[in-house]
């Protein structure tokens, strides 16, 4: 089972909300990751959590918070969004620096 | 940081033909992969291959880390191969950096 699951699929928020992005693997990786992809773009690294510890953040703005409560689970905390921050959101996993293998992506517009 | 192109950047085929898409990079790699993202943006692995020579099906893929490139081979193109390509070295530990892509359109 090579399986990211991400949720929501789609999400429209407004620049005064609060909203999160969830992602979920249980292929037991210990390593999980945060992409945006702007539209005729590649996915750009924002974060990567290796056990559960956060090990890189790509200079991301402070109104995109990651989480990750457990080895399974991976959240993104979205707060004060601009509209420019409309994307593909994917999340990916890893048996620590190995394969990558990514969810089907929350498709963000921000108004 | 690592710098990564990709050629051609757009590829129009007829079914049933053969293409070969280049990723050049400008570091030493310890890992790369390509994908392939389908129309509503999903990324599939088609091979993870930091070195040498892989195969799977009508796909195959090359890596040659010394001399900084990776080929990804389509034989016998079908409608279905449409998408965009995407080549990934990993350039530091997690650091997986996506190459600029090749938009590939195979014509029935």
């Known amino acids: 089972d090579t399986e990211v699951t991400q949720t929501p699929k789609h999400l429209v928020m407004g620049m005064t909300n609060k909203k999160s992005l969830k992602c979920e693997q249980h292929?037991?990786?210990?390593?999980m990751y945060w992409y945006k992809q702007k539209a005729k773009k590649p996915p750009e690294l924002m974060f990567v959590y290796s056990y559960e510890k956060l090990s890189i953040n790509e200079s991301v703005p402070s109104r995109f918070s990651p989480e990750c409560p457990n080895s399974s689970l991976l959240n993104l905390h979205l707060h004060a969004l601009q509209p420019e921050d409309s994307a593909l959101y994917l999340c990916?996993?890893?048996?620590?620096?190995?394969?990558?293998?990514f969810g089907e992506g929350s498709r963000l517009t921000v108004l | 940081g690592i710098q990564v192109e990709q050629s051609p950047p757009d590829l129009i085929l007829q079914e049933g033909a053969n293409s070969t898409l280049r990723c050049n990079f400008s570091d030493s790699v310890n890992n790369l992969q390509w994908f392939h993202q389908n129309p509503w943006g999903q990324l599939i692995n088609l091979f993870y291959?930091?070195?040498g020579t892989k195969q799977n099906g009508r796909l195959s893929a090359t890596t040659v880390a010394t001399e900084r490139y990776s080929l990804l081979y389509i034989s016998s193109s079908q409608t279905t191969d449409s998408g965009v390509y995407f080549c990934?070295?990993?350039?530091?530990?997690?650091?997986?950096?996506f190459g600029t892509g090749t938009r590939l359109k195979v014509l029935a």
């Open positions: 990916a996993s890893s048996r620590d620096t190995g394969e990558l293998f």
């Open positions: 990934a070295p990993q350039g530091g530990t997690y650091k997986y950096i």
């Open positions: 292929m037991g990786h210990r390593a």
């Open positions: 291959i930091p070195s």
